[in-house]
């Protein structure tokens, strides 16, 4: 059994968030069953960015990263705290560890700035929200990652980057797939609707 731990700041994006619930636990249910989510947040209650309102499962000061296979990551927005909250020496710490383990880690959307902020990004193909002046883009690249800003999804070592919400199932199933099989991940993206 994989257990994938789905890092949840204050002012994350539901929507990024549920992708990864939804495609891996569908993975338990109708795939091969291998995939468990575990929500961790960085407070016992948090609010998503627009104002929904959740209980992760477990708190971060009471988990390590050798307790997981995998890391999730969903975006959040400035306006909602999420970059406070992320980028607190703790959470950043966590992420190096899921790196110097060599575990699959995904992002979607602004969830790659983590990744970026912890350094676990330095010298590597990354992207990130490419709308807007492509100001997200700037900011990864000063935290030394090598932005590919047009491509939807980038795939660097074990980290899995994507550049807007449109690509949330996308990378789900691209962790999923990491995970299991290529076979498995097309069933459960078959069963879903998505082939």
């Not at 939804?22 to 960015?49: A, H, M, S």
């Not at 990551?73 to 966590?94: H, I, K, N, Q, S």
């Not at 070592?157 to 999923?176: E, H, Y």
């Amino acid at each position: 059994m994989s257990k994938i731990c789905l890092l949840l700041p204050n002012g994350f994006e539901a929507v990024e968030a549920s992708v990864f619930t939804d495609v891996l636990g569908w993975n338990l249910e109708e795939g091969d069953g291998t995939t468990e989510v575990i929500t961790v947040g960085t407070r016992e209650k948090l609010r998503c960015t627009w104002n929904f309102t959740v209980q992760p499962e477990r708190l971060l000061a009471d988990v390590s990263a050798s307790e997981f296979d995998a890391l999730a990551l969903p975006g959040g927005f400035e306006t909602a705290g999420f970059y406070e909250d992320a980028f607190r020496e703790d959470v950043l710490d966590f992420i190096r560890e899921f790196d110097r383990q060599g575990k699959w880690m995904a992002s979607i959307c602004v969830g790659a700035l983590l990744f970026g902020k912890s350094g676990v990004l330095e010298g590597r193909r990354a992207t990130t929200y490419n709308l807007n002046n492509r100001k997200r883009q700037l900011m990864l690249k000063e935290m030394g990652a090598l932005v590919v800003p047009d491509e939807r999804i980038v795939v660097d070592r074990n980290i899995i980057t994507s550049f807007n919400p449109s690509t949330a199932f996308d990378v789900a199933f691209m962790l999923l797939e990491k995970l299991t099989s290529t076979d498995n991940a097309n069933e459960v993206r078959r069963l879903m609707g998505f082939a």
